[in-house]
């Protein structure tokens, strides 16, 4: 939950850092697919949740992670997400960042 100083803490009231930011990106960028419970997937037509934001960026653009945390998997889905980094903030808060053309050598889970 964000509280009146802008920082995000968990129900124990434990910081979780800076706050998320808005985009995983160095500025915003246009959605080209939305967060939709009900979303027609554009291939297949049927209905089916898309739990993700979808950003419409050129080939190679830097993500940043959107807040303060650590990598807990690097991993390739094969025929869905591609490349992916799964990132932990907290003890209650995780995102994926998924879809990369590479992902710099740096981004490695924690052992």
Avoid: W
């Avoid at 049927?46 to 690097?74: L, M, W, Y």
Wanted: hydrophobic share 30%; proline share 7%.
């Amino acid at each position: 939950m964000q509280a009146a100083n802008g920082r995000y803490y968990n129900q124990q009231g434990e910081t979780l850092g800076k706050g998320f930011a808005r985009y995983p990106l160095q500025r915003q960028a246009r959605v080209s697919s939305p967060f939709n419970p009900n979303r027609r997937h554009p291939v297949t037509g049927r209905i089916r949740p898309h739990k993700g934001v979808d950003f419409s960026v050129s080939q190679g653009t830097p993500v940043i992670a959107p807040a303060d945390g650590t990598v807990e998997k690097v991993a390739y889905q094969a025929g869905g997400a591609g490349r992916y980094v799964m990132l932990r903030h907290g003890r209650e808060y995780q995102n994926c960042l998924y879809a990369f053309e590479q992902i710099p050598s740096k981004s490695r889970a924690n052992s």
